[in-house]
């Protein structure tokens, strides 16, 4: 929307890519039980109740001509059992975004909870990372990462085998009827991206989030309550990467009878 | 979206009240024909091909917990032709608003046509008001108002009668498939809002586009370029307007067959 | 500066006056000794040790040809101790501003300690008033009043008295050599204005510091820690006014032998 | 300012260094006469009258805790004659950044005629790279630069050679006296840094300048004109280079007698 004006004109300079990415991925083992809660019911937390919190700065957007944002994504280690197929990956708890461009693209083609932030840029000093997000002014997350190494042999090998088969994000496009009420749309997707990376470092890292009230953020307080709720029983090895990333078009995960 | 933590929690603070709105209005009329291109077939231009272009500066809005963000609005005078019915009202062709927040409950709840934009808070300087609206470092528009007088009798008459029954904005609710192949949602809306006014001014106003290019702003400058090319065949009054308003539940208009 | 291009012209449009301003004011007694370590030594803390804690929101503002801008400002009251003469008032011990323009004219012509700061439009909701300052994306500072009325007829007898003599905002204009070594300028200054009141009153305010560091806003952590360590002894009245201010040209205040 | 804190704390990871910037140069031959006119009577435009405008995305800078910010600088070739000796360098003629504390810096310790301008992240698409700065919601200044290729041996050698005596940065620091009358410091100041470039690209570049009114930029609209109005005979070979760059204490230079 608008429709009006006929399909959005792409330049023949569009693509998918994001040719200048750079990320902070920290993650952390969870209580799967509080975890599950947040999982429409076709999907189950994975063997392991992991949840991811990165921060993407992206820049060289190519479908932007060449502006970027930076977001902070939060999901949960997640397998979607569809009636005859199941697919491993990660389940899409909430992305924060700082341009609105993006959060609409992503809510609307992919399903993706995305919302708004001020995500600062991040620091690096002296070898420490970090970020923070805020809205209407009151800061919410603190993003950390720290003594940064190159990953081993075996951290690469272990890496490539648990993308194997797992790194599909997902997601539920659910969007309500005029004025609220009721369901116009309601379904899974799954948005794949091709990724390449020309570094990537690893280090300890921790998320630090602020508890808010509704009126320091009537939008999204409950989200980030419910986050900061969750309890940390084992921090992950933390990594830094830059490359870039081409997003893939979305695909409608197969209808499940609930 | 997300849906998985639940409903957004209503505090009881909550209303649709826009306690404290500033409002810079200015229209004008254009070419019928050119004007109608950009109406899905539902909607005929009005008698008056009047385009209207409306700033508003809201503030103290109670369901951000105080908040406030700007606006700016194009309307286009039309009538919905339904199959037993008809409203007459005002067609969204584009509302940028500058925080994301209004603009994916709009978008999502009422089908408007919301997009971001940096929308400058208007100055007033000697009885001259202005805005102004960028996107990507871009301006594309430029808003005045000046001399600026107590509206007469007649014209608060007439403007009361112009209301009658023709106060109805209205908006093409149109959502994609996953990936934007064909179409989840394709509906017509209507929101209307109820405004108590405390000052009203009469005076004469202008809007100044900028044509922009797909480098410039790749999301929206088809949008920008249609507006600017619309004819201005004559100034209407413009108006600024303090006071506040009441946002009231959209509905769906009837469905029509095309 | 820049001083090659000449003087600033300056429009027949502009002046000293600030038309609509709206300022919510908070104050509170502290610990004589530990204010008196930060007032240089011809300022005496005056007889009550209070420190004012100013935001305004700044609109309709003429040399800035209408536009608008909010600050924070903190303030000792003080005595000012010449050699012949003794000047009672507000000495600044710091200003925030959200827009770098009136920062350095603030700086360079008055000698007032204005730095920046993110400044969020206040809020209004259901009579609570509430601001808050970042810098960095880390929020310091949250001000909140409620509970407002208007002022007896005592207290407005009482905040004229006040003023009398009384109502001179005071600052240390020092600029440091070329590279930050020794002194160029060391004077001290007062800048006075005229305000007019078109709505006052009066409720319970506070403000809520947080300590910050060096990593978190390298260039003022060491000014909010120091802020935020004054004890509170008492609360006073907290005031909501709106209205207008004139700037007056700033003067030096008469030398003296330290 | 302000001082009654004390002196602004320096961790000991604070540092002189830039370690990630970003810069398009652009630069051109100007009319002599007209270019000289804006240089104070100490300074004369050098034997190439050429005007160079330098965009620098400063990332990862110790002094401010690892944060960043866009600056967009012009300069014109100049020699400063002194009684004594002389100096071959660039005089600052304006500095705009998007960040305030290095602009009080700038300009308090070293003299640099630095003012705002909200400045975008460069864009980077297929090759051609932009930027723009805007004032106010209004902008003034597009960057481009593209066509760009690896440096030949003899353009390297040309450069290094250039470079010899004559990287000499230098400004004006002229502060008047309280209230803007007379002046409190007059003088001449040169503010070296170390440069390490990791990358060198060249091509072609061009900046486009819109003249703007006293409504539009009040603090700023002279300078922007003045810059606008200056002829553009010839330009030169634009460049794009990365590394990281040491602020070095800047210097007084010695007394002129004018």
Chains 1, 2, 3, 4 share one sequence.
Not at 163 to 185: H, K, T
Not at 239 to 258: C, D, W
Request: aromatic fraction near 10%; hydrophobic fraction near 40%.
């Amino acid at each position: 929307m608008p429709a009006h004006f006929g399909p959005r004109p792409f330049s023949t300079k569009a693509s998918g890519w994001y040719r200048d990415v750079t990320s902070m991925v920290v993650s952390f083992v969870t209580d799967r039980e509080q975890l599950g809660r947040y999982l429409p019911s076709p999907f189950r937390v994975a063997e392991e109740a992991v949840v991811t919190i990165t921060y993407a700065c992206n820049r060289q957007v190519d479908w932007l001509a060449g502006n970027g944002y930076n977001l902070v994504a939060v999901s949960a280690a997640a397998d979607f059992i569809g009636e005859q197929e199941t697919l491993s990956g990660d389940y899409a708890l909430v992305m924060w975004e700082n341009l609105t461009d993006p959060i609409l693209t992503g809510r609307e083609l992919q399903g993706i909870p995305k919302v708004y932030a001020d995500i600062q840029d991040h620091t690096v000093l002296h070898g420490d990372w970090h970020t923070s997000a805020s809205h209407f002014g009151h800061k919410f997350l603190d993003l950390d990462v720290s003594n940064l190494r190159d990953p081993s042999e075996d951290e690469i090998a272990a890496d490539a085998a648990a993308r194997l088969g797992r790194d599909n994000p997902m997601a539920w496009r659910l969007y309500p009827g005029v004025g609220g009420f009721g369901e116009s749309i309601n379904e899974y997707t799954t948005f794949p991206s091709e990724n390449r990376i020309t570094d990537a470092w690893v280090g300890e890292g921790e998320a630090r989030w602020q508890h808010l009230s509704w009126e320091q953020n009537p939008t999204q307080f409950h989200i980030i309550n419910a986050l900061a709720d969750l309890p940390v029983l084992e921090w992950r090895p933390a990594v830094v990467v830059k490359g870039s990333t081409n997003l893939v078009v979305a695909e409608r995960l197969p209808r499940v009878i609930n």
